[in-house]
């Protein structure tokens, strides 16, 4: 069975500050896919990035990093220079990939981190 | 914007009553999803649908019934529900199966 596991429950930072959440899996698959996703008071889940498990090549988009460690079965997301925008819940997420391709959007979710960035 | 569009965004429905939910979707995305989310906790699947056709039921109560009319729409039809079916709905739909999900805004319901 999989699982992901945010330890981070909430975490209150103060704008300019850089902010790290972690995320950590559990899997028996070879193959498989890492997710970011950001949902705002809104309510709409809005996709950060995807990662497989064959590309261990961190990312850098802009303000926002991600360190990906198969040997940690770690997912880490930094935010530089944080800004309240950013103040949202963040989930990490694994899907499995199988040889039918029958995982679909069947998304392991970790619990969340609500992160508030303050002025 | 959202390219997956979910109506109404607030519903409140009592015990008896039958309602439905919307999603609409125009990224020619062919996998649909439906996910409940209570407060504070993460999405958690409840159908999904490839090329129009059920794939997953993730031992849903018979009280929801998707429907997926077309590639761009899926309804979610409910009926009977109970308080603590009161949650937040949330469609998504896909490009293909690995690929990321899209979401749209949700669907918040309250059962009284």
């Known amino acids: 069975a999989q699982k992901v596991t945010q330890a981070q429950t909430e975490i209150s930072v103060v704008e300019k500050e850089d902010v790290t959440l972690d995320c950590v899996y559990e899997?028996?698959?070879?193959?498989?896919?890492l997710f970011w996703y950001k949902q705002p008071p809104s309510g709409e889940l809005v996709f950060l990035i995807r990662?497989?498990?064959?590309?261990?090549q961190n990312e850098i988009s802009g303000r926002y990093s991600w360190n990906f460690q198969k040997s940690t079965s770690s997912f880490n997301f930094t935010i530089t220079a944080s800004q309240v925008v950013d103040s949202a819940v963040y989930f990490c997420?694994?899907?499995?990939?199988?040889?039918?391709?029958?995982?679909?959007?069947?998304?392991?979710f970790g619990q969340g981190t609500i992160l508030t960035v303050h002025p | 914007d959202t390219e997956v569009t979910q109506t109404p965004k607030h519903l409140v429905m009592g015990m008896t009553n039958k309602k439905s939910l919307k999603c609409e979707q125009h990224?020619?995305?062919?996998?649909m999803y439906w996910y409940k989310q209570k407060a504070k906790k993460p999405p958690e699947l409840m159908f999904v649908?490839?090329?129009?056709?059920?794939?997953i039921n993730e031992s849903v109560p018979s009280r929801f019934s998707p429907e997926c009319p077309n590639s761009s729409l899926l309804n979610l039809h409910l009926h009977a529900l109970q308080p603590e079916d009161s949650a937040l709905y949330l469609c998504?739909?896909?490009?293909?199966?690995?690929?990321?999900?899209?979401f749209g805004e949700g669907s918040r319901l309250t059962v009284l």
């Open positions: 990662r497989n498990s064959f590309d261990e």
């Open positions: 990224m020619g995305h062919r996998a």
């Open positions: 649908y490839s090329y129009e056709k059920l794939s």
């Open positions: 997420a694994l899907s499995e990939g199988n040889a039918g391709g029958t995982s679909y959007g069947k998304l392991t």
């Open positions: 998504a739909s896909s490009q293909g199966t690995y690929g990321e999900l899209f």
């Open positions: 899997t028996r698959d070879t193959t498989y896919y």
